[in-house]
């Protein structure tokens, strides 16, 4: 025990001078966080939004007030004419503008806001089919209420977001702790020097894992807690369900990494080769758009990516979207035991100095 004990600390010490491996694990999560928050923290909301409102003189505005008053803005100013309103709207003073001149209601947007502009167009067709129903003497004949089902209500794109690089830097823990590492250590000889040893070649690779292990939980919880500090995002977390999902990923996708391990012997192609499959499953596992918006051929190639799953039991245990508890257990359990019956397997053939 004390022998392993000073094997992890060893394996401790080569993880913060590999730096590739703290990159990824550590250094991208907290940048892709920060920079993807301070990009969407700007997004509208109808209790964020301010309407200019221009009125010509002699228009009857009485039911244009009554009905942007009903509408839950953060806040109307008004201006003298539809000139003074477009420069209103494109010095930002206000984030949208009406104009109604009597017989036609305008709207006017800063083309510059491309992503603002989706909700402030939704804010307007609302105003103006209420309107509407004001000049006719009519009433909404019905009330909508909105039901989310599969997750948070208040979820955005950004909460979606936060778990599912979490789920990256798991997977690329997983793979960058024995792709390349491992055989980075047999291209300097270190490991001629540990088979003239009792140790058994399952003692690094548990070392390994253990390290990673502690590495994951910090990365993740520092990422979690950066998220939640900077952009007041809300989270849920089954901790039970948390934990064990970080075990069975770590696992898992550190299995993964030691077939990667097997099938190239330099370390450079090993730790490229964890990059290029990491980065497309990436693109293709849902991290940053639905995967629903993607063609029915790569939908089908996503289910199939181990990346997709991750994220999608990360959004479970944070609390951000709805999964079956069974479904939840397969994907842990599927990780657990495919790394567990992987590691140990391949061991004894990558961890071996002979191994040209």
Known sequence: MKAFRALVANEFLVFLRDKAALTFTILFPLLFIVLFGFLMAGGASTETTRLGLAIAPGADGTRLDAVVAGSGLAGVERYAGAR????????????????????????????????????????????????????????????????????????????????GILAFSILSAGLFAVAGHVTAMKQRRLLERFVVTPMRPTALLAAVVVVRLAVVFFSTLVTLAVAMALFRVAFHVDWLAYVAFLVAATVGTMGLGTIFSLLVRQPSSASNLANVVSMLMMFLAGIYYPIEVMPAALRAVSRALPLTHMADAMRYVTGVMDMSPLRFWVICGVFFVGGAALLPALAHYVVRADRR
């Open 84 to 163: 003074e309103l477009q420069e209103a709207v494109e010095g930002r003073d206000v984030d949208f503008g009406a104009s109604w001149d009597g017989t036609t209601l305008t709207f006017v947007y800063d083309v510059r806001r491309t992503q603002e502009n989706f909700t402030y167009k939704e804010l307007a067709r609302g105003i103006a089919a209420r309107f509407d129903l004001a000049n006719q003497g009519r009433h909404p004949l019905l009330d909508a209420r909105s039901i989310v089902e599969g997750g948070e209500a208040e979820a955005d794109w950004f909460t979606l977001v936060v778990p």
